[in-house]
Every structure is written in structure tokens, then in C-alpha cells.
């Protein structure tokens, strides 16, 4: 199994900058796109973006040319650098990679999320 742990969440000001970091650990797998989701409450999760292992990228149009996302596939470890903040980034942050086990079992495994709040 591969466990997700994310980091570097937390209280920003509008107009500021964050990197949130989720490292993917597990033998025996391979792993695939990694990515980002967010949820505001009352909203349904959303997807903002995601990296395929050649280092393709997606990003939600509400993210695009604010937020960066690159990944380090010898640590198997996702970055998220978020530039130009807003209140409407505020949500809980969750990771997500593809990964697939040695006998060819595919699946997404969740990271538990880590919060980004933006507020003067």
C-alpha cells in the first residue's frame, strides 16, 4: 500500500504564496499522475491540477498562472507553489497519485488532506 503525507498548508494573506509538498512512500509500486484536489465547505472537491510522471501538466482555469505544480519522481513527491492567493483559494488540499501494484493493480491513493486558508 502507498501512504500519502502532505505538508506546508496553512494561514496566508491575500496576495501571498504557499508550497505545499506530498511525498508518496510504499514498496513494490509504481506511481504514476500525481495531484491536487481542494475542497471549500459546502463545495464539492475539485480538481486543480496534476503531473504525469514525463512531467505533463493540467490546471483548473481558476488556478491557471497562479499556481505550479512539478514533481520529483527519484522521491516520488509532488510540489505545489501557489502564487496571487485569494479568499477563493481557501479550502482543505488533498493529494492524490495513480499507483500501481506489482502485479498490475491499479488505484488512486488520498493524501488526508492539510488545510489553506487565506484571510487578512
Known amino acids: 500500500q502507498v501512504q500519502l503525507e502532505e505538508s506546508g498548508g496553512g494561514l496566508v494573506q491575500p496576495g501571498g504564496s504557499l508550497r505545499l509538498s506530498c511525498a508518496a512512500s510504499?514498496?513494490?509500486?509504481?506511481?504514476?499522475?500525481m495531484g491536487w484536489h481542494r475542497q471549500a465547505p459546502g463545495n464539492q472537491r475539485e480538481m486543480v491540477t496534476s503531473?504525469?510522471?514525463?512531467?505533463?501538466?493540467n490546471y483548473a482555469d481558476s488556478v491557471k498562472g497562479r499556481f505550479t505544480i512539478s514533481r520529483d519522481n527519484a522521491r516520488n513527491t509532488v510540489y505545489l507553489q501557489m502564487n496571487s492567493l485569494t479568499p477563493d483559494d481557501t479550502a482543505v488540499y488533498y493529494c492524490?497519485?495513480?499507483?500501481?501494484?506489482?502485479?498490475?493493480?491499479?488505484?488512486?491513493?488520498w493524501g488526508q488532506g492539510t488545510q489553506v486558508t487565506v484571510s487578512s
Open positions: 492524490h497519485a495513480g499507483v500501481v501494484l506489482t502485479g498490475g493493480t491499479y488505484y488512486t491513493a
Open positions: 503531473i504525469t510522471r514525463d512531467g505533463n501538466t
Open positions: 510504499g514498496s513494490s509500486v509504481s506511481i504514476n499522475t
